[in-house]
């Protein structure tokens, strides 16, 4: 069954469990937006580069929320900066995938009722489901076996966020994730810098 990118990178950023994150608020935003982007990418739909994200003028994808983020994109009538977008997206990216994924019946809405509040999480359905990106590609790294397209940008996606030192992913075995990532299509490549920069400077005004 397919999956997009960005319902696979966020199982990756949440615990196969609780459903908590395993990053810094920032970082699963910025990240989860580039995801979202990146999908786009690999529709056709979207270019990112030095200058800004160019959009294509094109039909919507079938996915809703895949077409509001390109619809979101033509609706401006000027090049933004590749930030901007993940700054944008990143602020609402986390809750749009979480119910994504629920209608999909990957994730469900848990509340949790305290004395004067109640707690609202989104958990795995399948703990097997969830932890299964994750397998995935730590197995593919350490076989060193040839990895989709798709599989790449996740392991991209783990870099540019930290995510990769949560799981010790770098170096597996000789095979660094950044040559995988030189592997990946420049525009692709320019979206992953530009997040792993944003990542970066939020890590820093938080230190």
Known sequence: MFVPIADEFYLMTHDDVSG?????AKAVGFGLAA?????????DLVRPAAEGVAVRNAPPPP????ARVHGQL?????????????TFLGLSAESDIAVRMTAAGALQLVETRRLLSVQRRYMPVSVNDAAWPTARLIGR??????????????AA???ATGLSTTFAWDDVRGRSLSSIIATL???????????????SKAVAKLT
């Open 63 to 66: 996915d809703a929320l895949a």
């Open 157 to 159: 996606l783990a870099f």
């Open 20 to 24: 908590d994150s395993r990053l810094h």
């Open 185 to 199: 299509d420049e525009p692709v490549r320019v979206l992953i810098a530009e997040t792993e920069l944003a990542v």
């Open 141 to 154: 790294l350490r076989r060193q076996e040839e990895m989709s397209v798709e599989d790449r940008i996740l």
């Open 35 to 43: 995801a979202l982007l990146a999908e786009l990418c690999m529709l």
């Open 74 to 86: 033509l609706a401006e009538p000027q090049l933004h900066p590749v930030r901007d977008w993940l």
